[in-house]
């Protein structure tokens, strides 16, 4: 958001950590540069100037503050976000050991309010829900490694009660915890959807490239080939969709595949709550039609980031068509004509003259091969992103030459489900706003992180419901 310099120096004021990175100050009077949060007296606002960054603080010859030591900020070094993420790790590591959100809290040493904002600023959800995500995977854990009864299950994840671990159980992940275990053995399976699921918009989401190479939606019927399994083999996934249900047939590792399906669908997001926000905001057409809408995760990391680089600044068709090339120079047919998804490997060992006649720009290639050699070497871990704050996650992705504002925040929302990102410079977000708060031009950069604020902390669910907003209704 925009602000003038009072706006900002109310932040300072007050000590805001939340705007940390966002702004540094530096004072004349003494030479040196903070983090807005820094605790040291506060200089009068006609000693202070306002930076973007440590390095404009530096270049105006200012020195860095001892106290909050604000490069080291800037560094990635965060004492708060620090403490934050080692208190999501014990969460994670033993939910049954935090009764509440009230135990959390108190085990933070944070007020209730303060925790609150941040775990919805680095972890973009509150911590009753960490907490309950934390006992789903503990749990799912337990059925496949263990023959325990469901009670004991239920119990040792932290659930208050068997019917309270089975009713949440089958809302998030689409079926029972027994019917979870049977995916041991399983190679079919059938997921409840929600009441009011918008399948009309799921059925486009999976056709939007009629050409594709490795998925396919012929009537109800969805194929695609994905990589499962420790060693990423290529695999048939088919889905038979249905208003009430959808079918899988997977030929191996049913819970991975599950974990896949799950994510294609969204059902482990919060549709309700951004509704409920919506018609607060007094904006109940954006969801008009659609209040189930969920955003449509990719089969993996490593496909959102593909396609946060090649659809960069090019329109869709054109961003289709250079990614079925690219398959087809990196993988081969594996099954009913359809191709396995592109490795890492794959792509990295192509030089940028071979992507040239696809049409790639210099650049485009680079940051293509570039980032899978990062992959391919170990260098970047795609799988440990999603253990990661949404913070951590941003700044990783961030210092990736190539990637931008848009492409970070479209992977951490398509590919990692992070509910409060905005790809901002998006061209669907802004006309979405246009139409939608009848404004007489499109939104910038800096005013569309102040209109999209009014969403947080479900900016993913606004963005999805923004890029349907101007569409017609399949």
Not at 34 to 55: G, H, I, M, V
Not at 209 to 223: A, N, P, V
Not at 225 to 251: C, F, M, W, Y
Not at 423 to 446: C, F, N, W
Request: hydrophobic fraction near 45%; charge should be positive.
């Amino acid at each position: 958001m925009r602000m003038n310099p009072a706006q900002l120096y109310e932040r300072v004021l007050a000590s805001d950590a939340s705007y940390n990175g966002r702004f540094f100050f530096g004072v004349t009077t003494t030479g040196i540069y903070c983090l807005p949060s820094c605790s040291a007296r506060k200089p009068k606002p006609e000693n202070t100037r306002f930076f973007p960054t440590a390095e404009a603080a530096r270049a105006a010859g200012l020195r860095p503050c001892k106290k909050c030591h604000p490069d080291d900020f800037a560094r990635g070094a965060d004492p708060v976000l620090k403490s934050i993420e080692q208190l999501v790790a014990e969460i994670r590591q033993d939910p049954a050991a935090f009764r509440d959100a009230r135990a959390i809290v108190k085990r933070s040493g944070f007020g209730p309010t303060r925790l609150f904002e941040l775990f919805r600023q680095h972890y973009h959800a509150t911590p009753a829900d960490v907490l309950l995500r934390a006992r789903f995977a503990t749990a799912k854990h337990q059925l496949l490694a263990a023959d325990a009864s469901l009670t004991d299950i239920a119990f040792a994840a932290g659930f208050e009660s068997l019917s309270v671990f089975q009713e949440h159980f089958r809302a998030f992940n689409g079926l029972t915890p027994s019917a979870y275990r049977d995916l041991r053995t399983a190679c079919r399976f059938d997921l409840t959807l929600p009441t009011g699921y918008p399948l009309a918009y799921l059925k486009r989401a999976l056709a939007r490239d009629t050409q594709s190479l490795t998925e396919r939606l012929d009537g109800d019927t969805y194929t695609t080939v994905v990589r499962l399994g420790k060693n990423q083999t290529p695999s048939l996934l088919r889905l038979h969709l249905s208003p009430d249900l959808i079918g899988v047939e997977s030929a191996d590792h049913a819970p991975e595949a599950h974990a896949l399906v799950i994510a294609l669908l969204g059902l482990d997001q919060d549709a309700a709550a951004f509704a409920r926000l919506a018609r607060k905001l007094g904006l109940a057409r954006l969801i008009a039609g659609r209040t189930e809408l969920r955003i449509t995760q990719t089969p993996s990391v490593f496909d959102g980031l593909l396609w946060s680089i090649i659809g960069q600044q090019i329109n869709l068709p054109f961003a289709f068509q250079l990614r079925r090339r690219l398959i087809e120079l990196t993988s081969q047919p594996f099954a009913e004509n359809l191709y396995a998804p592109p490795t890492p490997a794959a792509i990295a060992a192509l030089t940028y003259d071979d992507l040239k006649p696809l049409q790639f720009s210099r650049s485009k290639a680079a940051y293509v091969i570039d980032t899978a050699r990062l992959v391919a070497s170990g260098q970047l871990n795609l799988e440990a992103l999603r253990t990661m704050s949404a913070t951590r996650a941003e700044r990783t992705l961030l210092a990736i030459r190539g990637l931008g504002p848009w492409s970070v925040n479209y992977l951490m929302m398509r590919a990692l489900g992070f509910a409060d990102c905005v790809p901002l410079g998006d061209t669907g977000v802004t006309s979405g706003l246009h139409a939608l708060l009848k404004l007489q031009t499109r939104p910038d950069i800096e005013a569309t992180k102040r209109l999209m604020s009014v969403f947080s902390p479900h900016r993913s669910l606004a963005t999805a419901h923004l890029w349907q907003f101007n569409q017609p209704a399949p």
